[in-house]
Nanobody, 118 residues
Framework: QVQLVESGGGSVQAGGSLRLSCAAS????????VGWYRQAPGKQRELVAT???????NYADSVKDRFTISKNNAKNTLYLQMNSLKLEDTGVYYC????????????WGQGTQVTISS
């Protein structure tokens, strides 16, 4: 029911900042939660941050106090502001939308690469 397209990835030095965007083809407020996941080479995909339809946020301990998730319902866009970036933040970042319906499940974007250098 929805297509997700990430953008804003790139290469930055440690300590720098990036802002990721996820554009949805239709209303994101109808989902249980939307969020960001990432996958580093050789590692499993992990949760970075989520925000529910009611506005509650959840962050992985590794990014807490450095990353901020937000959304603009009018623009059907999800954001991830990443500050004080570290080498371990390197990976492909994916946008996700979780449906209230178990039969529908999750929607995923194609991913955007984030590379942090020393």
């Amino acid at each position: 029911q929805v297509q997700l397209v990430e953008s804003g990835g790139g290469s930055v030095q440690a300590g720098g900042s990036l802002r990721l965007s996820c554009a949805a083809s239709r209303s994101i407020f109808r989902f249980k939660a939307v969020g960001w996941y990432r996958q580093a080479p050789g590692k499993q995909r992990e949760l970075v941050a989520t925000i529910t339809s009611g506005g509650s946020t959840n962050y992985a301990d590794s990014v807490k106090d450095r990353f901020t998730i937000s959304k603009n319902n009018a623009k059907n866009t999800l954001y991830l502001q990443m500050n004080s970036l570290k080498l371990e933040d390197t990976g492909v970042y994916y946008c996700n939308a979780e449906s209230y319906s178990d039969s529908v499940g999750n929607y995923w974007g194609q991913g955007t690469q984030v590379t942090i250098s020393s």
